[in-house]
């Protein structure tokens, strides 16, 4: 019918939140839907277990330390920026990297 929503499925739902790392309240929102409790819902029906809170956020700082040192940035300066030690600044920066080519 013209007008009318196409369904929301929950591969949708799923394939947002796992491939896309989108938090519950950003589907919801990506919807028009006021709370988050559906999704949670669809993701607990199919079987998708929930990532713990902080686990994004590591991801984000993880990616933005990998952008600080390609930009040349030292670790030590990487740290000041992102408020955290050289040794942290260098773990977010290199966990789960690929070794570089030689070395």
């Excluded at 938090?23 to 988050?36: L, M, V």
């Amino acid at each position: 019918m013209p007008g009318q929503r196409p369904e929301i499925t929950d591969e949708m739902i799923v394939r947002l939140y796992v491939d896309e790392e989108l938090s519950g309240p950003e589907i919801a929102a990506r919807f028009g839907w006021k709370s988050d409790r559906a999704v949670y819902h669809r993701l607990d029906r199919a079987g998708v277990a929930r990532r713990s809170v902080g686990t994004r956020i590591n991801h984000v700082r993880r990616a933005e330390a990998r952008r600080l040192r390609a930009e040349g940035y030292s670790f030590d300066k990487i740290g000041v920026l992102m408020g955290c030690r050289s040794g942290a600044a260098h773990w977010l920066a290199t966990a789960g990297a690929q070794p570089a080519a030689g070395g």
